[in-house]
Nanobody
Framework: QVQLVESGGGLVQPGGSLRLSCAASGSIRSISAMGWYRQTPGKQRELVAG???????NYADSVKGRFTCSRDNAKNTVYLQMNSLKPEDTAVYYC???????????????WGQGTQVTVSS
């Protein structure tokens, strides 16, 4: 089994910055893709940023130029640096990882518990 634990959410003023972290633990053989999604009440969860093991990234258009996704493969950790935050970035942010364990060769999707990010003055 794989557990994802997020940290770093909170309340920030518009224009401010936050850094989210997500550490994966458990019987992990390999992690291919990791990423961040967000969700607001009444809306579907949407991809914010993703990163594969080579370091290649992709971003939602709404966050390009403001958010940076990175990962530390040795620590099985993914980060999301969020700059120039806007009120519309307010959401619960979820970490996601496609991971393979030692008990199976199949990659499964795992999710963190979510961390609240609120951008407000």
């Amino acid at each position: 089994q794989v557990q994802l634990v997020e940290s770093g959410g909170g309340l920030v003023q518009p224009g401010g910055s936050l850094r989210l972290s997500c550490a994966a633990s458990g019987s992990i053989r390999s992690i291919s893709a990791m990423g961040w999604y967000r969700q607001t009440p009444g809306k579907q969860r949407e991809l914010v940023a993703g990163i594969i093991s080579s370091g290649s990234t992709n971003y939602a258009d709404s966050v390009k130029g403001r958010f940076t996704c990175s990962r530390d493969n040795a620590k099985n950790t993914v980060y999301l640096q969020m700059n120039s935050l806007k009120p519309e970035d307010t959401a619960v942010y979820y970490c996601n990882a496609a991971a393979q364990t030692y008990s199976s060769s199949t990659y499964y999707n795992y999710w963190g518990q979510g961390t609240q990010v609120t951008v407000s003055s």
